[in-house]
Protein backbone atom coordinates (compact mmCIF):
# COMPACT_ATOMS: atom_id res chain seq x y z
CA UNK A 1 0.00 0.00 0.00
CA UNK A 2 1.11 4.02 -0.40
CA UNK A 3 0.27 6.83 1.29
CA UNK A 4 -0.35 10.52 0.17
CA UNK A 5 1.03 13.14 2.33
CA UNK A 6 -0.29 17.07 2.07
CA UNK A 7 1.75 19.57 4.18
CA UNK A 8 0.90 21.27 5.94
CA UNK A 9 -2.89 20.52 7.15
CA UNK A 10 -3.61 23.97 8.23
CA UNK A 11 -2.70 27.04 6.38
CA UNK A 12 -3.44 30.70 7.34
CA UNK A 13 -2.59 33.53 5.06
CA UNK A 14 -2.84 36.75 4.25
CA UNK A 15 -4.96 38.06 1.48
CA UNK A 16 -2.25 38.67 -1.07
CA UNK A 17 0.16 36.60 -0.02
CA UNK A 18 1.82 33.63 -2.11
CA UNK A 19 1.43 30.17 -0.38
CA UNK A 20 2.30 26.91 -1.28
CA UNK A 21 1.09 23.78 -0.98
CA UNK A 22 2.57 20.64 -1.04
CA UNK A 23 1.66 16.86 -2.29
CA UNK A 24 4.01 13.72 -1.63
CA UNK A 25 2.51 10.00 -2.99
CA UNK A 26 4.82 6.74 -2.17
CA UNK A 27 2.80 4.52 -4.67
CA UNK A 28 4.89 5.45 -7.21
CA UNK A 29 1.92 6.53 -9.49
CA UNK A 30 2.71 8.33 -12.82
CA UNK A 31 -0.45 10.81 -12.54
CA UNK A 32 -1.31 13.37 -9.73
CA UNK A 33 -4.12 15.78 -9.48
CA UNK A 34 -4.41 19.01 -7.49
CA UNK A 35 -8.56 19.90 -6.61
CA UNK A 36 -10.17 22.56 -4.40
CA UNK A 37 -13.35 21.63 -2.28
CA UNK A 38 -15.04 24.52 -1.12
CA UNK A 39 -17.63 23.50 1.93
CA UNK A 40 -20.39 21.63 1.38
CA UNK A 41 -19.58 21.57 -2.35
CA UNK A 42 -17.67 19.18 -5.36
CA UNK A 43 -14.34 19.05 -6.16
CA UNK A 44 -12.95 21.25 -9.20
CA UNK A 45 -9.55 20.20 -10.99
CA UNK A 46 -7.15 23.16 -10.68
CA UNK A 47 -3.98 21.17 -12.31
CA UNK A 48 -3.12 17.55 -12.98
CA UNK A 49 0.26 15.95 -14.12
CA UNK A 50 0.25 12.90 -16.32
CA UNK A 51 3.90 12.30 -15.87
CA UNK A 52 7.43 14.03 -14.13
CA UNK A 53 7.48 17.50 -16.50
CA UNK A 54 4.32 17.26 -17.63
CA UNK A 55 1.54 19.83 -16.03
CA UNK A 56 -2.47 20.69 -17.46
CA UNK A 57 -4.70 23.17 -16.57
CA UNK A 58 -7.53 21.77 -15.42
CA UNK A 59 -10.88 24.23 -15.15
CA UNK A 60 -9.79 26.16 -12.24
CA UNK A 61 -6.44 27.29 -12.45
CA UNK A 62 -6.15 31.00 -13.07
CA UNK A 63 -4.72 32.45 -9.97
CA UNK A 64 -2.71 29.16 -8.98
CA UNK A 65 0.57 27.86 -10.12
CA UNK A 66 1.46 23.92 -10.03
CA UNK A 67 4.99 22.28 -10.45
CA UNK A 68 5.81 18.35 -10.61
CA UNK A 69 9.12 18.60 -9.19
CA UNK A 70 9.55 14.89 -9.47
CA UNK A 71 7.81 11.68 -9.83
CA UNK A 72 6.58 11.59 -6.17
CA UNK A 73 5.96 15.41 -5.09
CA UNK A 74 2.98 17.85 -6.74
CA UNK A 75 2.94 21.43 -5.69
CA UNK A 76 0.35 23.74 -5.45
CA UNK A 77 1.22 27.83 -5.33
CA UNK A 78 -1.82 30.30 -4.78
CA UNK A 79 -0.31 33.37 -6.28
CA UNK A 80 -2.04 36.09 -4.49
CA UNK A 81 -4.38 34.61 -1.31
CA UNK A 82 -8.04 36.05 -1.19
CA UNK A 83 -10.95 35.69 1.05
CA UNK A 84 -12.85 33.66 -1.13
CA UNK A 85 -10.30 31.04 -1.37
CA UNK A 86 -11.06 29.63 1.49
CA UNK A 87 -11.25 25.67 1.13
CA UNK A 88 -9.75 22.85 1.23
CA UNK A 89 -7.01 21.13 -1.12
CA UNK A 90 -6.84 17.68 -2.08
CA UNK A 91 -4.24 16.12 -3.80
CA UNK A 92 -4.65 12.79 -5.38
CA UNK A 93 -2.56 10.09 -7.59
CA UNK A 94 -3.27 7.42 -10.14
CA UNK A 95 -0.98 4.84 -11.50
CA UNK A 96 -2.56 6.03 -15.09
CA UNK A 97 -4.76 8.34 -17.13
CA UNK A 98 -7.71 6.45 -17.96
CA UNK A 99 -9.26 3.83 -15.88
CA UNK A 100 -7.82 3.64 -12.41
CA UNK A 101 -8.39 5.15 -9.59
CA UNK A 102 -7.35 7.82 -7.98
CA UNK A 103 -6.17 7.57 -4.29
CA UNK A 104 -6.44 10.91 -2.24
CA UNK A 105 -4.77 12.88 0.48
CA UNK A 106 -6.27 14.04 3.51
CA UNK A 107 -6.47 17.78 2.21
CA UNK A 108 -4.73 21.10 3.31
CA UNK A 109 -7.34 23.39 4.63
CA UNK A 110 -6.73 26.56 3.94
CA UNK A 111 -8.03 30.11 6.00
CA UNK A 112 -6.83 33.38 4.45
CA UNK A 113 -7.29 36.32 6.53
CA UNK B 1 -16.21 19.82 -23.09
CA UNK B 2 -16.29 17.50 -20.46
CA UNK B 3 -18.64 17.84 -17.91
CA UNK B 4 -20.26 15.69 -14.71
CA UNK B 5 -23.46 16.58 -13.14
CA UNK B 6 -25.44 15.64 -10.16
CA UNK B 7 -28.97 16.98 -9.78
CA UNK B 8 -29.63 15.25 -6.26
CA UNK B 9 -27.70 17.86 -3.41
CA UNK B 10 -29.37 15.19 -0.39
CA UNK B 11 -31.06 11.80 -0.25
CA UNK B 12 -32.45 10.04 3.19
CA UNK B 13 -33.40 6.70 3.19
CA UNK B 14 -34.47 4.39 5.86
CA UNK B 15 -32.11 1.52 6.45
CA UNK B 16 -31.89 -1.70 4.64
CA UNK B 17 -33.43 -0.33 1.84
CA UNK B 18 -32.29 0.78 -2.06
CA UNK B 19 -31.36 3.64 -2.97
CA UNK B 20 -30.52 5.25 -6.64
CA UNK B 21 -28.27 8.07 -7.20
CA UNK B 22 -28.10 10.20 -10.42
CA UNK B 23 -25.10 11.15 -12.75
CA UNK B 24 -25.09 12.95 -15.80
CA UNK B 25 -21.93 13.75 -18.14
CA UNK B 26 -21.20 15.40 -21.33
CA UNK B 27 -18.40 13.93 -23.68
CA UNK B 28 -17.12 14.30 -26.60
CA UNK B 29 -15.03 11.06 -26.66
CA UNK B 30 -16.52 7.75 -27.57
CA UNK B 31 -13.28 6.17 -25.15
CA UNK B 32 -14.16 7.61 -21.68
CA UNK B 33 -14.33 6.02 -17.73
CA UNK B 34 -17.21 6.98 -15.10
CA UNK B 35 -15.99 6.35 -11.28
CA UNK B 36 -18.06 6.81 -8.19
CA UNK B 37 -16.36 8.18 -4.84
CA UNK B 38 -17.93 8.36 -1.54
CA UNK B 39 -16.50 10.89 1.23
CA UNK B 40 -17.14 10.59 4.74
CA UNK B 41 -17.72 12.52 7.24
CA UNK B 42 -14.04 12.73 7.86
CA UNK B 43 -13.41 13.67 4.69
CA UNK B 44 -11.67 10.78 3.18
CA UNK B 45 -12.45 10.30 -0.08
CA UNK B 46 -12.46 6.38 -1.39
CA UNK B 47 -13.25 4.97 -4.91
CA UNK B 48 -16.22 3.01 -4.91
CA UNK B 49 -16.65 1.22 -8.68
CA UNK B 50 -16.17 2.24 -12.28
CA UNK B 51 -17.92 1.51 -15.50
CA UNK B 52 -16.16 1.34 -18.53
CA UNK B 53 -17.82 3.26 -21.66
CA UNK B 54 -17.27 0.05 -24.36
CA UNK B 55 -18.79 -2.50 -21.98
CA UNK B 56 -22.28 -3.24 -21.90
CA UNK B 57 -22.20 -4.76 -18.55
CA UNK B 58 -23.29 -2.96 -15.76
CA UNK B 59 -20.65 -2.95 -13.03
CA UNK B 60 -21.09 -4.46 -10.16
CA UNK B 61 -18.81 -4.38 -6.89
CA UNK B 62 -20.45 -5.73 -2.88
CA UNK B 63 -23.45 -4.08 -2.78
CA UNK B 64 -22.67 -1.04 -5.15
CA UNK B 65 -23.84 -1.45 -9.00
CA UNK B 66 -24.29 0.82 -11.49
CA UNK B 67 -27.35 1.67 -14.12
CA UNK B 68 -25.01 2.47 -16.87
CA UNK B 69 -27.86 4.03 -20.01
CA UNK B 70 -25.08 5.35 -22.69
CA UNK B 71 -27.97 6.63 -24.97
CA UNK B 72 -28.84 8.89 -22.36
CA UNK B 73 -25.15 9.47 -20.88
CA UNK B 74 -26.30 8.54 -17.43
CA UNK B 75 -24.62 7.05 -14.94
CA UNK B 76 -26.77 6.16 -11.70
CA UNK B 77 -25.10 4.29 -8.97
CA UNK B 78 -27.39 1.66 -6.94
CA UNK B 79 -26.83 0.87 -2.99
CA UNK B 80 -28.59 -2.24 -1.97
CA UNK B 81 -29.33 -2.82 1.87
CA UNK B 82 -27.84 0.11 2.94
CA UNK B 83 -26.54 0.53 6.36
CA UNK B 84 -26.06 3.65 8.43
CA UNK B 85 -22.35 3.86 7.43
CA UNK B 86 -23.40 4.13 3.69
CA UNK B 87 -24.13 8.17 4.99
CA UNK B 88 -21.67 9.84 3.03
CA UNK B 89 -21.43 12.11 0.40
CA UNK B 90 -21.42 10.42 -3.19
CA UNK B 91 -19.31 11.96 -6.12
CA UNK B 92 -19.60 10.44 -9.55
CA UNK B 93 -16.29 11.59 -11.45
CA UNK B 94 -15.31 10.91 -15.51
CA UNK B 95 -12.26 10.65 -17.31
CA UNK B 96 -12.42 11.16 -21.07
CA UNK B 97 -10.11 7.86 -22.64
CA UNK B 98 -7.68 9.36 -25.23
CA UNK B 99 -6.62 12.39 -26.90
CA UNK B 100 -5.78 16.37 -25.63
CA UNK B 101 -7.81 15.49 -22.13
CA UNK B 102 -6.83 12.21 -21.55
CA UNK B 103 -6.11 11.95 -17.45
CA UNK B 104 -8.13 14.90 -16.63
CA UNK B 105 -10.28 13.52 -14.11
CA UNK B 106 -13.56 15.90 -13.40
CA UNK B 107 -16.41 15.35 -10.34
CA UNK B 108 -19.96 16.36 -10.05
CA UNK B 109 -21.25 18.52 -7.21
CA UNK B 110 -22.17 15.54 -4.89
CA UNK B 111 -25.11 14.00 -3.43
CA UNK B 112 -25.51 13.61 0.60
CA UNK B 113 -26.81 10.78 1.40
CA UNK B 114 -28.50 10.17 5.09
CA UNK B 115 -29.48 6.46 6.12
CA UNK B 116 -32.06 6.49 9.06
CA UNK B 117 -32.76 3.98 11.85
Known amino acids: GGIITQTPKFLIGQEGQKLTLKCQQN?????MYWYRQDSGKGLRLIYY???????QKGDLSEGYDASREKKSSFSLTVTSAQKNEMAVFLC????????????FGKGTRLTVV | AQKVTQTQTSISVVEKTTVTMDCVYE???????LFWYKQTASGEIVFLIR??????ENATVGHYSLNFQKPKSSIGLIITATQIEDSAVYFC??????????????FGQGTKLSIKP
Open chain 1, 92 to 103: ASSIGTVNTEVF
Open chain 1, 27 to 31: FNHDT
Open chain 1, 49 to 55: SITENDL
Open chain 2, 27 to 33: TRDSSYF
Open chain 2, 51 to 56: QDSYKK
Open chain 2, 93 to 106: AMREGRGYNQGKLI
